[in-house]
């Protein structure tokens, strides 16, 4: 049997079918922030904009290099990040332009995330309901970041082991899927 070669999945804008579907539209446009190169630069953006600068600041703060050496290796990777995206959704983006946007993204998510796995949003003057907000545009579907950009920002960082570590505890903490311990009070529940 001849195997069929599929290509990679790309980040992309969600099928018109879909956009038609008012309800729908939650499932795909921020509310705060936007990450990515799809939502970018839009009005309503602009708070999170800024959020996003804080983050980034304190994740290179961390990291214990240079703004310069982050950013190179974003830049050396643009033609492999870009790839990452449909073509349409990245067009408008010259190089530099979108090593900057995902740049920034991608060092505001980790220390995001960082801070949402350590309860460290108060240090950084940023408000619970930014926080909230800010937390479910992280899982839709034109928010994304390509994976390899956050492994690439995590390795240059003397901080990678907590960085993947507070991946884990946030994934872990927002799964919708049941640890054990809840599955088996679930099926105990079922068999009463």
Request: net charge negative; with cysteine; hydrophobic share 35%.
């Amino acid at each position: 049997m001849q195997r069929i070669n599929s290509p990679t999945p790309k980040i992309q804008k969600v099928i018109f079918l879909l956009r038609d579907e008012k309800n729908f539209q939650k499932y795909y446009e921020p509310r705060v922030v936007s990450l990515g190169p799809i939502h970018h630069g839009k009005e309503k953006y602009q708070l999170g904009e800024g959020f996003k600068l804080v983050l980034t600041y304190e994740f290179v703060n961390g990291s214990g290099k240079e703004i310069k050496d982050l950013y190179n290796k974003i830049e050396e990777n643009i033609k492999e990040l870009r790839e990452c995206f449909e073509e349409e959704v990245t067009k408008k983006y010259d190089d530099e332009a979108l090593a900057w946007l995902l740049f920034v993204d991608g060092c505001a998510i980790l220390q995001y995330i960082y801070c949402a796995a350590n309860d460290q949003f108060k240090q950084l003057d940023i408000k619970t309901d930014s926080v909230a907000f800010g937390q479910q545009d992280l899982f839709l579907l034109e928010n994304q970041l390509p994976y390899c950009l956050l492994i690439w920002l995590m390795g240059l960082s003397k901080m990678e082991k907590e960085l993947r570590e507070s991946i884990e505890t946030y994934v872990a903490h927002h799964s919708m899927v049941p640890d054990d311990q809840q599955l088996k009070q679930q099926q105990t529940k079922g068999k009463r």
